[in-house]
């Protein structure tokens, strides 16, 4: 079961990078967000409330749902979308997978576990493969790039975009440590996340425009419905039942689809290090998998204890 949604996070989240490719335009970075988790809030909430499929959650719930709002669904994307003005996308995905290490380092820090040597070994190993796949698209060969103030506003963005995104799945630990189900945290997250980006936007002075072109439609309910929706609720589903180290790979992983797809629809160009980085993420993806998921799982289930 785990297996299968591990594949489906990847597959997932590996072809959001094109749908939010086809979403570049009119629209503005942060109305896009916006879009993003209006409609995957005003789907999800609404549809496990009448199904009665919501948990009941208290007020110390609520507020780290709105932390978990913040971290995953409006603050880590408003700084990745902002990135890709200043690097590429590709950039960007290789900064992301950083999330391993990140999480790593965020569970000795907050949940006083010691890190796994494999997940060290691991990250290392995969972030650079990832390196290797898109040291096309780094632009290392244009002189003084990598020191140019954009090159480091852009790096400071992805970092931050990727630190959010690990804080957040040390919320979505506490909430599964509790027992509430990534499902319920999400509807509720997404709705916070929404009403936090509408709080940019009027902070901003920022007018909600919209494209009414199909290709800009489509992206946005498959960014919303499959992105969003069950993106993030196989994803933390996997943080409940493996952790958060072992479920970080999947942001290592999905680059590699990302870049499949790139081949095909933007033109990207396989070379040597192309394929010695798929190998190398490939392994580490075997390093970090290897061991027992049930005693890790076990470990997880019998922390589940009566949080504030």
């Given at each position: 079961m785990s297996a299968s949604l591990y594949i489906i996070t990847v597959l997932i989240?590996?072809?959001?990078?094109?749908?939010?490719?086809?979403?570049?335009?009119?629209?503005?970075?942060?109305?896009?967000?916006?879009?993003?988790?209006?409609?995957?809030?005003?789907?999800?909430?609404?549809?496990?409330?009448?199904?009665?499929?919501?948990?009941?959650?208290?007020?110390?719930?609520?507020?780290?749902?709105?932390?978990?709002?913040?971290?995953?669904?409006?603050?880590?994307?408003?700084?990745?979308?902002?990135?890709?003005?200043?690097?590429?996308?590709?950039?960007?995905?290789?900064?992301?997978?950083?999330?391993?290490?990140?999480?790593?380092?965020?569970?000795?820090?907050?949940?006083?576990?010691?890190?796994?040597?494999?997940?060290?070994?691991a990250g290392a190993v995969g972030s650079t493969g990832l390196l290797l796949l898109f040291l096309p698209e780094l632009g290392g060969q244009q002189p003084g790039h990598w020191f140019s103030v954009d090159t480091l506003k852009g790096l400071a963005l992805a970092v931050t975009g990727t630190y959010l995104f690990s804080l957040g799945n040390m919320i979505s630990k506490r909430h599964s440590l509790k027992g509430i189900k990534p499902i319920t945290t999400n509807a509720y997250g997404m709705a916070y996340g929404a009403l936090i980006?509408?709080?940019?936007?009027?902070?901003?002075?920022?007018?909600?425009?919209?494209?009414?072109?199909?290709?800009?439609?489509?992206?946005?309910?498959?960014?919303?419905?499959?992105?969003?929706?069950?993106?993030?609720?196989?994803?933390?589903?996997l943080v409940a039942r493996l952790g958060a180290n072992k479920a970080a790979y999947a942001t290592v992983m999905f680059p590699v689809v990302a870049l499949l797809l790139s081949s095909w629809f933007e033109g990207y160009?396989?070379?040597?290090?192309?394929?010695?980085?798929?190998?190398?993420?490939?392994?580490?993806?075997?390093?970090?998998?290897?061991?027992?998921?049930?005693?890790?799982?076990?470990?997880i289930a019998s922390r589940q204890i009566k949080l504030p």
């Open positions: 989240w590996g072809t959001t990078w094109l749908a939010i490719y086809f979403q570049l335009g009119d629209v503005p970075v942060n109305v896009s967000v916006f879009y993003r988790f209006l409609l995957a809030a005003a789907v999800l909430l609404p549809l496990m409330w009448l199904s009665g499929r919501l948990q009941k959650t208290n007020r110390t719930d609520h507020i780290f749902m709105v932390l978990q709002g913040a971290c995953l669904f409006s603050f880590n994307f408003i700084c990745f979308y902002n990135a890709t003005l200043f690097i590429s996308s590709g950039l960007v995905a290789v900064v992301f997978s950083l999330a391993t290490l990140f999480n790593a380092a965020n569970n000795r820090l907050l949940w006083k576990e010691a890190i796994p040597q494999r997940v060290l070994i980006l509408a709080c940019v936007l009027v902070l901003t002075s920022q007018p909600l425009v919209i494209d009414m072109r199909p290709q800009y439609l489509g992206a946005l309910f498959y960014l919303s419905i499959f992105g969003s929706i069950i993106g993030f609720t196989t994803y933390l589903t160009q396989w070379q040597v290090s192309s394929f010695i980085g798929l190998a190398l993420t490939m392994v580490g993806n075997g390093i970090i998998n290897w061991g027992s998921s049930k005693r890790e799982a076990t470990v």
